[in-house]
């Protein structure tokens, strides 16, 4: 995942999309290729920060903030890349020449993961006691398939509330969290099916 950031920090070259005072010290956006709109994204999607003017150390990061996390929560539907005929063809990549108009083909091929890792397989994201935590949640959900991401042992705050989990549909989010309890952790999405399925990783807060 490439983090493009650009910090409010030029007069001559001002930015209109930065931080409102009702915002915090930086806010998210989100890029991707509309080159085939609707289907396969093919990894090209990434997060976009903008730190307020005055708010930014001189890497553009927000200086209220001692770590940034960027996670993206997200199903990559195989029956919608536009290699799949290609890629069932390909007996190296299909060995049991499984066919799309199997019944069960959509759902095997459904994959819901966090930044494409799947059943607890995402590098460890290590936290320590005590740090001003900013999380940017990017997701490609739409009405049909949001998201619940869900940190056990923790809470975020979240537009002035606190909680254990948010919900991700339609836009991206950003949560604060200051970790006061040691462990290792579960982040997934609480949704049922996407759970059952995967989208899950681990993080560590240490003392």
């Known amino acids: 995942m490439i983090i493009l950031r650009r910090p409010m920090v030029s007069k001559r070259c001002p930015i209109v999309n930065g931080p409102s005072t009702a915002d915090e010290s930086s806010i998210l956006f989100s890029y991707a290729s509309d080159a085939q709109p609707g289907e396969h994204t093919s990894g090209l999607i990434g997060p976009l920060i903008v730190t307020r003017r005055g708010s930014a150390r001189a890497d553009g990061s927000p200086s209220d903030v001692d770590r940034e996390i960027v996670t993206l929560f997200s199903s990559q539907l195989e029956n919608q890349n536009p290699l799949l005929a290609e890629n069932l063809h390909d007996r190296a990549i299909n060995p049991k020449g499984i066919r799309a108009a199997a019944a069960s083909f959509f759902f095997d ?9 799947i059943y607890g397989n995402m590098p460890m994201i290590t936290l320590r006691k005590g740090d001003r935590v900013r999380w940017y949640l990017l997701t490609t959900a739409n009405g049909l398939d949001g998201h619940t991401p869900t940190w056990s042992g923790q809470t975020v705050l979240f537009e002035g509330n606190r909680s254990d989990s948010v ?4 836009r991206d989010l950003i949560v604060d969290m200051v970790p006061d309890n040691p462990g290792v952790w579960l982040l997934n999405c609480s949704n049922d099916i996407h ?4 989208m899950e990783g681990r993080y560590q807060v240490l003392p």
């Open 109 to 117: 091929n459904a994959y819901p993961s966090i930044n494409g890792f």
């Open 167 to 170: 919900g991700l549909v339609f």
């Open 195 to 198: 759970l059952a399925d995967g």
